[in-house]
């Protein structure tokens, strides 16, 4: 079970997702839903640029106009959030923040249970249309498990554990089950390995931490294929959510996060459950 689920808002469609899912959640586990805004007074400064002698002023009126729009936008969100909120049921806290967007989510996710953000970024709206690193930035950082989603909410009936007996695999199947209670989901084991004996080894151990939570459809699969084209040609199309750990068992190799992990992040449209 969890109680505190975090909920970074940006004015994005992917945001707008992100917090059905949190209402969708927060009303099963009876958790509490946090909506976090971030004033990226950094990301302003730096959009600004080196200033000119003599230009100091007209930098200075620049900078507190777009700090002016950005507050607006900042109240919309908070004001949609508690709205979206009171009409799902949920108990809901805001927070208004200033600073690096990755670096305030990562500081405040560590009184959480859960962080549920979009798969595509807008924090730096002040700033740029485009979609920024702050989930990447996020999960190179953050112990808390986040669910990253994609533009479009869908019903989650089938799950994916992509597991490779590593660390941040068993973190990811540990913090899933506990979430999992509440639910009926269909599970797929995924490993991906040269041995058969070794896979069946650790898939039946995650069975059986999965039973001990109730969660009594498992399916078991072995692969010797790579676990990304084992995916992609197989498990993707009929998965509703992937749990993984954000490294694999070679983290070198991964650099920060797991190429798996980035290679399902860049196809943006399956749910991520990404453990530490």
């Excluded at 958790?31 to 007074?41: R, Y």
């Excluded at 690193?133 to 533009?151: C, F, R």
């Excluded at 999965?210 to 040609?233: C, G, H, P």
């Amino acid at each position: 079970m969890i109680r505190r689920i975090l909920t970074p808002l940006d004015p994005s469609p992917y945001s707008e997702t992100a917090l059905k899912y949190s209402c969708y959640i927060a009303r099963r586990q009876h958790a509490e839903i946090t909506g976090m805004v971030i004033l990226d007074i950094p990301g302003i400064e730096k959009s600004i640029g080196a200033v000119a002698p003599g230009a100091l002023y007209w930098a200075e009126k620049l900078e507190k106009s777009r700090v002016a729009e950005a507050q607006k936008r900042i109240e919309q969100l908070l004001q949609k959030f508690e709205e979206t909120c009171q009409k799902e049921g949920v108990t809901c806290h805001k927070a208004e923040d200033q600073g690096s967007p990755s670096e305030r989510i990562v500081w405040e996710s560590l009184f959480y249970d859960l962080v549920v953000m979009g798969l595509r970024t807008h924090f730096q709206f002040e700033t740029s249309d485009k979609p920024g690193k702050t989930l990447d930035k996020v999960l190179s950082q953050t112990i808390t498990p986040v669910l990253a989603v994609p533009e479009h909410y869908y019903e989650i009936r089938n799950v994916l554990i992509a597991f490779d007996g590593s660390l941040p695999a068993a973190r990811a199947l540990q913090r899933f089950a506990h979430l999992a209670i509440p639910y009926d989901f269909n599970f797929t084991l995924l490993y991906a390995g040269d041995d058969k004996d070794t896979a069946m080894l650790y898939l039946n151990k995650a069975e059986e931490y999965l039973k001990a939570y109730s969660q009594n459809n498992v399916q078991k699969e072995w692969t010797n294929r790579s676990i990304i084209d084992a995916m992609r040609e197989e498990y993707l199309d009929k998965s509703d959510l992937i749990v993984l750990g954000a490294h694999s068992r070679n983290a070198l190799a991964d650099f920060f996060v797991g190429s798996v992990t980035k290679y399902l992040i860049n196809e943006s449209n399956k749910v991520l459950f990404i453990g530490q």
